[in-house]
């Protein structure tokens, strides 16, 4: 019934306005034996596409750290703040080196003056406070020396009462070649050690004395030295004594009493030691400081008095460079201990804690854009030659469904590969062409990417093309309803299924899309 309504002519007249507004005619043709489905060629708008799907990602993402590690003294933001470009975010404890830095900075201070003194010239007002200068330098030096040699005379007599008074009782014989020392203890070695000591001390006395008398001036550098060394000898021999006396016990010949009195003794002697070792060395350094100084004096003397060469604006030019170059040096460390945020956008992870020593290079606090976002997807091998930087692609985020688009545009494409559960994929990047507040980091998006179009070509589906002998082939209806095979040249194929005619066919041809007995 149904078919013989479809052979009237209102039947027929139905048929024809849905074929018109499909824009594809499809008919059957029929003989007494095989029914045909048909095709007509037309052209449409035809392009290769790429369905993937990816994650939304910041387009800048920062992990900060610091060059130079240390104990964390500010915190300025926590996670989720929104920052500025230049905005501080974690800082340092920087205090020794604003100490520093302010000391290079009087430095700095110092060498310009000297050099603005070298490039004026010598004053006589100048020349005479810097012969006074020289003078103050040479008496404080005196004095300094004065109190140097009256602190290893000290030390002496503190080194000869420890040796050969408190420790005198201890032993037989004390100054000859072969002293004895008392008390018995278990461990011979140490005994041993204690008479070879007491034994060289005594020599070491007489010749300490004997360059102390006889010191110069000039000479008491090598005296110092020498009563270093000297002074380091009796605080050993003063140990090993009271190792030697602490692991006494009271018997017949040593009471508890006598034993007290001994390590008494040794605790004075020993702290009397470690005074004038400290005095000795506080002295020296005095003298050092004092020898240092009267060469600066002198030498600013010698320099205000050269009057104004080339040769010393130089070198005090020099000088002056050097120090501006060390205060610059202290300020640029300083910077480093303040991370400051290089993008505009969002805290996302804040790793120091005040109070905490933080080491270099580690991750302190992360910054990703706030509205610059991009989409990686990971593309397979069969799809990548399809895919060019520039191409368009429409974008779906789940967040919104499938009807809400986001334009997007191809930016970059990886030439490494990336291998997914064993199948080389290759990382491709898209940036939405439009800002919206909408996108969001880690949203999903499904991605169709669009390339090489072509416009109104002519095209039929893919499945009535065929191959014969390595060519391409479909089949179409002549006169009288005859099946012509024609060869035909294809060219893209869109994801829809249908396929360019590059050449063979003419539009309005009717190709067989299936047969039917």
């Avoid at 009462?161 to 037989?172: G, H, I, P, Q, S």
């Amino acid at each position: 019934m149904t078919m013989n309504i479809l052979k009237t002519k209102a039947g027929m007249a139905i048929i024809g306005i849905i074929v018109i507004g499909l824009g594809t005619l499809v008919y059957i043709k029929s003989t007494s034996q095989t029914t045909y489905d048909t095709v007509k060629v037309t052209r449409a708008d035809l392009s290769e596409e790429v369905s993937v799907s990816g994650r939304v990602k910041s387009a800048r993402s920062v992990n900060l750290a610091f060059e130079k590690g240390g104990k964390v003294g500010s915190v300025y933001v926590k996670t989720g703040d929104r920052v500025a470009v230049g905005k501080p975010l974690v800082s340092i404890d920087a205090s020794e080196l604003l100490s520093l830095y302010r000391g290079a900075e009087a430095n700095v201070l110092v060498e310009k003056s000297r050099l603005d003194e070298v490039l004026r010239g010598p004053r006589k007002e100048e020349v005479s406070i810097s012969e006074t200068k020289v003078k103050n330098a040479e008496l404080v030096l005196l004095d300094k020396r004065e109190a140097l040699a009256n602190t290893l005379t000290d030390a002496y007599t503190k080194s000869d009462d420890a040796v050969r008074n408190k420790t005198e009782k201890l032993f037989n014989n004390s100054r000859s070649s072969s002293p004895k020392f008392i008390p018995q203890i278990a461990n011979s070695q140490l005994e041993t050690t204690i008479e070879t000591q007491r034994l060289a001390l005594e020599q070491v006395l007489i010749f300490w004395r004997k360059s102390l008398d006889t010191m110069s001036l000039d000479g008491m550098t090598l005296v110092t030295v020498e009563s270093k060394k000297n002074l380091e000898q009796v605080r050993m021999f003063l140990d090993n004594v009271a190792m030697a006396v602490n692991s006494m016990t009271p018997n017949i010949g040593s009471t508890q009493a006598t034993i007290d009195g001994y390590r008494t003794d040794l605790i004075t002697a020993r702290n009397n030691i470690n005074a004038s070792i400290s005095a000795v060395s506080g002295a020296d350094g005095q003298v050092r400081s004092g020898l240092i100084a009267l060469e600066l004096a002198k030498n600013d003397l010698a320099l205000l008095l050269s009057g104004n060469t080339s040769e010393q604006v130089s070198v005090q030019k020099s000088k002056y460079d050097q120090v501006v170059a060390n205060a610059e040096n202290y300020q640029a460390q300083i910077r480093k201990t303040i991370i400051y945020s290089p993008i505009e956008g969002v805290v996302t992870n804040v790793e120091a804690k005040v109070g905490e020593i933080f080491p270099a290079n580690t991750v302190a606090v992360s910054v990703i854009s706030a509205s610059d976002f991009h989409i990686e997807v990971n593309v397979p091998e069969a799809d990548i030659s399809k895919i060019l930087v520039g191409n368009t692609a429409e974008v779906t985020l789940d967040a919104y469904g499938q009807s809400e688009l986001f334009p997007s545009v191809v930016i970059l494409i990886d030439p490494a590969e990336t291998i997914i559960d064993g199948v080389p994929t290759y990382k491709v990047t898209l940036k939405f062409t439009q800002k919206d507040a909408r996108v969001r980091s880690g949203m999903t998006a499904n991605i169709t990417i669009k390339n090489n179009p072509h416009i109104q070509v002519l095209s039929v589906p893919s499945r009535v093309v065929f191959e014969k002998a390595g060519e391409k082939y479909v089949k179409v209806v002549g006169g009288k309803d005859e099946i012509i095979e024609k060869k035909v040249t294809t060219g893209i194929r869109s994801s829809n299924g249908a396929l360019e005619i590059v050449s063979g066919l003419e539009e309005g041809e009717e190709v067989v899309f299936a047969t039917k007995n």
